[in-house]
């Protein structure tokens, strides 16, 4: 076994994720293939195989929780970037439809290449800005849940990623050490767009010392037309 894929089998176990051969081995040719593409274009600043393994994969798959995904058909990773945390909850829950947006055309050919390379069939990349997205109809409140990491705090993101929820549907924003700021600045913004209050789930990742959490928020009520407000250019 490769050094990649030893390191994701012992830290998953540490962070109480069982995960499949099958897994490892999709995982291993994400790995192999963001490390080649990133040579060519920026994807991401971390590529040791520690750093692909807890910062990325094991990191994407805190957002996973049974008894959200066991019922939904549909995610959206809202500025996916290099497939996070998208790509590791598609591996997670082979039954949901991944949709992978991100606003730059050449991520989303590496995020087609890689999707195809790991044998993903439950997965559709697109190139659109989330604030474009909400607005047509094939993407406004469709989806079970919304996902995003690293995007924008929480004001910000909340006006990218809830009109994209349906009604009854469930926002997951993966934040750093100042989830709880974020979470309180996000509060209004929650409300005007037609989502209740934003709870916190800290979270840790093996051989870190950092704080982290997912911050959800459920849709309650359809988010008004006039949002996502369109940029002036």
Known sequence: MAA???????????AGLLLTDAQIAQFAV???MLIDWNTRM?????????????KHIIDSLTAYDAALFDGAKTLID????????????????????????DALQKRVRFLTEVTRAMGLTNTACIHARA???ARQPAHREHYDIAVSRAVARM?????????????GGTLLALKGRAYAEEAAEGAAAARTLGGGAITARPVRLPGL???RAILSVRKERPTPKGYPRRQVK
């Not at 990649?4 to 540490?14: N, W």
């Open 131 to 133: 604030e474009e997205a």
């Open 209 to 211: 010392d950092d704080v």
């Open 155 to 167: 004001p910000v993101l909340l006006s990218y990623t809830l009109p994209l929820v349906r009604v």
């Open 4 to 14: 990649f894929e030893e390191i994701l089998t012992q830290r998953a176990a540490e």
């Open 30 to 32: 994400y790995h192999e």
């Open 42 to 54: 920026n994807l991401t600043a971390l590529t040791s195989p520690e750093d692909v393994a807890v």
């Open 78 to 101: 809202v500025g996916t970037g290099a497939g996070l945390p998208g790509i590791p909850l598609a591996v997670a829950a082979p039954h949901i439809c991944v949709t992978l947006m």
